[in-house]
């Protein structure tokens, strides 16, 4: 019996397992003049270490009843581990001294014995043979394995005590560990269908969760390598079979297939090799787990691609060395999605959109153009060639010496995660989910040789492709953008005008010879060039407009295509040419000092600046830092739509455009409000405290009162006391009240932080991080047909990140809750103290309890707020009563009208409404109308919101349902 369990151990330390990698080699090797001895003292240590890497509490070299090289807690079991490193395998005598310790401790303790040179065949047949198991042998490949990240400490762990534990095996090998046998999934080949997806082979059913980590490589020539849950599968395509190639279950993304026969795999954090049925782990791979991706070099080399991500760390890439140890990691200039070798000293990198052709020493040679989407995978298929796929699997060819993509075409059958491998210099196989059959995969095979798009991209839609002289076609700007013929007071009062113009996507002919006079640089001062360009656009983008940023993000911050414009208005302005109220930017001068050619025209001094191609793509990456940077910080919206509905909404306070603004001085105006609400709310916690301790002054000053401690006691020294406290009280507490009042009515609405809905474009909303959703489409055609729907549904309806929550004031509440407690702990010192008549007390008393069980009330309210949420599905009302669930296909009209007392309802009208109850005590659940014959879901005026706020999200996402008749 072996039982498999889904492990994703993350690193909680990366920095010191890839010291440990590293120390590993020198270790292994003796070098720096170590001993046997001083390696075994370290040894321990290292696993110490590594298990702490890990996330384990472990401690080394402890001393007690006998000495312990390690101890760890793990899973709420405890564990003692001896390592022994020495030249011979280890017998019986070590294993037998590791078992009297463990019984000389309580039960639940196991322990593990690591000897990297292996057992003698008599240790291990002793030790599973006539008595409890409560030790595992471990040997030298299980080591590797945890330390490369191939198998997680954690999941090698338990593998090993469920083999102990099921199969009675002390010792069990790594590779025997990992096997998992299952049936073959089936294969079969379907129809043809559209040109670009004619051939498709389906694999399958395959279990659900061994679809989450899928890659496709290719075995020999022609034979499709298929990474399931569950191992390596090798497809045959013409004759409809498959076999288990690598039965390793828990691999991710692609696997490799060298001359040698060997299949290279990743999984986990590491990257293994299996050989002739032998498992052997070889190098470590990336600190997130399952995000190593597997590239082979034209000489035939094994790397790995390690991603990082724009916002923590860079991506690198790692040589794989014949062992572990003997990797070799490379920084690269940027974060990358995916990569592919094109010969032994070129490098293509994707990173979202961008498109790098990187040296052998990792520095970037030149951009080339890319699909306007994010590119998911990429394979080369010569020297030359490449072959991407984007988010919506659509195809794309890119040739180094050709400017423009081909869009071959969209895969229709199959949908994501989308890989793709070559298979010949003529064919590409992807693999992605089966779109018509659940539970199956599908492998696509892609004819490439002589192909041309089949039609275009979704992103060149509304372009037109006319032909040069001589057959050529004209080059298509991803977007059109050029700048206002309108002065700066003018920018915001319309939408950019923006003529139709070709971009190119290098400066103009009479300039290109300077611009590419820097091909004797050399690497080092390439990278300079890189650099200073890179910190140059970090710089110049944070003093942009935001409307010229937002053409810059149109063009995908292409520098040259983005300026071109630019650089042809100001041509106009020096030769005369210009039109009525046709004005220089301001920002434009000050930009050409470092672009030159690229931003001002050759009549100008600024013209004969000639920036080298390496600073221009260092400006354009410092650039788009600067955005990211901004956008992560939640200054400005994320996509360029939302940017231009920004920009051309009327600013929501009197000041400057918000097309004139620049990230710089949106920061500070950020920093500038943080500073304010800083001092706000310390005012307004100096505000409570002393209105606290006037109470408690107040307080002593009523209980010594009743207890007639005033000396003399006398009625005017009793009222003195009083007033002493008692009325800066009550002018506090009105000031803490109103103050309280202004932030519930002022303040924002209790909205989902990533989903509150954005106001409709014709309402023209203020900018706010709402503006960075995507709009809802809103139809007025027919209803959708009813259907039945649960009434009382306790889990949440609508999709994630697709609706608005607005609650109760709870804040509020509580403070009722703790005014009411002060008042009731008042009026029960005055009823206990004596000389009261008896009557006073009695009606005290009555007072007293009709406090508690309003503070009661209130404390229920505020524990267990009301909660509204309008979604993408419909109305959800989570109250005191219960939760209700209001589908739109169950839905005639929703409405904002006002009921009893002048207060606003959320209404809906909705087949057999009397199933709800026609009063809900003060629940603030939904109840039955029956003048209106519908159901009033809760009142708006318990909500920390606004009516309007309501209004647009019953707008946005109940479309011609709310307010139709």
Not at 235 to 255: E, F, H, M, Y
Not at 582 to 607: I, K, M, N, R, S
Not at 679 to 703: D, Q, Y
Request: charged share 20%.
């Amino acid at each position: 019996m072996n039982v498999m369990r889904q492990h994703v151990t993350v690193l909680e330390d990366p920095t010191k397992w890839r010291e440990l990698v590293a120390e590993y080699d020198a270790l292994r090797q003796l070098s720096s003049g170590q001993t046997q001895q001083a390696r075994g003292q370290r040894f321990n240590g290292m696993i110490a270490e590594l298990l702490s890497a890990f996330g384990l509490r472990a401690k080394s070299d402890q001393r007690s009843l006998g000495e312990l090289d390690v101890v760890f807690t793990y899973g709420g079991r405890r564990f003692i581990l001896e390592a022994k490193w020495e030249r011979g395998r280890t017998g019986t005598g070590p294993i037998a001294k590791l078992q009297r310790r463990v019984e000389q401790r309580m039960a639940g303790v196991t322990g593990i014995f690591l000897a990297m040179k292996g057992f003698t065949a008599e240790a291990i047949a002793e030790i599973d043979r006539g008595r409890r198991l409560d030790v595992l042998l471990l040997d030298q490949s299980h080591w590797e394995a945890m330390l490369s990240g191939f198998v997680s400490p954690q999941e090698l762990f338990d593998l090993a005590t469920d083999a102990a534990s099921f199969q009675a095996r002390a010792y069990t090998p790594i590779a025997e560990l990992l096997k998992h046998p299952t049936a073959t999934p089936r294969v079969a080949t379907e129809p043809a269908g559209r040109p670009i997806d004619d051939r498709v082979t389906t694999i399958g059913p395959i279990p659900q969760d061994d679809l989450r980590y899928v890659g496709l490589g290719v075995q020999g020539s022609r034979t499709p390598l298929l990474t399931l849950g569950q191992g390596i599968l090798a497809v045959d395509l013409a004759g409809k079979r498959a076999n288990w190639a690598v039965p390793i279950s828990g691999c991710s993304n692609g696997s490799l297939s060298a001359a040698d026969g060997s299949v290279f795999m990743a999984r986990g954090n590491g990257i293994g090799r299996w050989k002739a049925g032998q498992l052997t782990t070889v190098s470590s791979g990336s600190a997130k787990p399952h995000d190593s991706h597997l590239l082979m070099r034209p000489d035939g080399s094994i790397w790995c691609l390690d991603r990082g991500s724009p916002e923590a760390a860079p991506a690198h890439l790692i040589k794989v060395g014949p062992q572990l140890g003997d990797e070799k990691r490379y920084r690269l200039p940027t974060s990358a999605t995916a990569a592919t070798w094109l010969t032994s000293t070129r490098l293509v990198v994707a990173n979202g959109g961008d498109l790098l052709v990187l040296s052998s020493r990792f520095t970037v040679e030149r951009r080339l153009s890319g699909p306007a989407g994010n590119i998911r995978a990429l394979t080369a298929v010569n020297e030359h060639t490449v072959v991407m796929l984007t988010d919506d699997l659509t195809v794309v060819l890119a040739d180094t010496d050709d400017p423009e993509p081909q869009f071959l075409g969209r895969i229709n059958r199959i949908g994501l995660p989308g890989v793709v491998v070559r298979r010949t210099e003529d064919s590409i196989l992807v693999l992605g989910h089966h779109l018509a059959k659940e539970g199956h995969l599908g492998v696509a095979e892609v004819d490439i040789r002589g192909r041309r798009p089949a039609h275009e991209h979704p992103s060149q839609r509304g372009t037109a492709r006319q032909a040069e002289p001589g057959g050529r076609r004209a080059q298509v700007p991803p977007v059109v953008v050029t700048p206002p013929a309108v002065p700066r007071a003018a920018v915001v009062a319309r939408a950019t005008v923006v003529p139709t113009t070709q971009l190119p996507a290098e400066p103009p002919p009479a300039t290109i010879t300077r611009v590419r006079a820097d091909g004797g640089l050399s690497t080092e001062e390439r990278l300079d060039d890189q650099r200073r360009g890179y910190a140059d656009g970090l710089t110049a983008a944070k003093e942009l407009p935001l409307y010229a940023l937002e053409g810059l993000l149109a063009c995908n911050f292409e520098v040259a295509s983005w300026l071109r414009p630019w650089r042809d208005q100001w041509d106009r302005i020096v030769s005369g040419r210009t039109g009525a109220g046709e004005v220089l930017a301001d920002w434009l001068p000050p930009l050409a000092l470092h672009l030159g050619v690229y931003a001002a025209p050759p009549g100008v001094a600024h013209g004969q600046i000639a920036p080298s191609a390496f600073y221009v793509i260092g400006f354009a990456d410092g650039a788009k830092a600067a955005w990211l940077d901004a956008v992560r910080s939640r200054i400005v919206p994320a996509d360029a739509v939302t940017l231009r509905q920004w920009i051309q909404a009327p600013p929501p306070r009197p000041g400057l455009p918000t097309g004139l603004q620049t990230i710089a001085g949106l920061s500070a105006a950020a920093k500038r409000s943080r500073r304010l609400t800083i001092w706000k709310w310390t005012g307004r916690g100096v505000l409570w405290l002393m209105t606290s301790l006037f109470c408690l002054g107040e307080v002593l000053a009523i209980g010594i009162t009743v207890t007639g401690g005033w000396e003399p006691n006398t009625v005017s020294n009793a009222v003195i006391g009083n007033a002493c406290f008692g009325v800066p009280f009550l002018g506090l507490l009105w000031f803490a009240v109103w103050d309280l009042r202004r932030v519930a009515n002022g303040g924002r609405p209790h909205v989902h932080h990533h989903a509150q809905p954005p106001s409709p474009p014709v309402e023209q909303p203020a900018p706010s991080t709402d503006a960075m959703k995507p709009q809802v489409e809103l139809t007025a055609g027919p209803v959708p047909e009813r259907t039945d729907w649960v009434v009382s549904r306790p889990d949440r309806a609508n999709p994630p990140a697709e609706y608005a929550t607005f609650a109760t004031h709870s804040g509020l509440y509580w403070t009722v809750v703790a005014l009411n407690s002060l008042l009731i702990i008042i009026l029960a010192i005055v009823i206990a103290a004596m000389g009261i008549p008896a009557l006073v007390k009695v009606l005290l008393g009555l007072t007293d309890a009709f406090l508690i069980f309003v503070t009661i009330a209130f404390g229920k309210l505020a524990s267990n707020p009301t909660r509204l949420e309008i979604g993408k599905a419909g109305i959800q009302i989570y109250s005191r009563s219960g939760t209700s669930w209001f589908p739109w296909q169950a839905l005639d009209r929703v409405e904002i009208t006002r009921l009893e007392a002048g207060r606003y309802h959320l209404v809906v009208w909705c087949s057999n409404p009397e199933l709800f109850p026609e009063s809900d005590n003060l629940g603030w659940g939904p109840r039955f109308l029956p003048k209106l014959n519908a159901v009033g879901i809760c009142p708006l005026n318990i909500l920390h919101t606004h009516r309007h706020l309501v209004a647009r999200a019953l707008r946005m996402y109940g479309g011609n349902r709310y307010g139709r008749l």
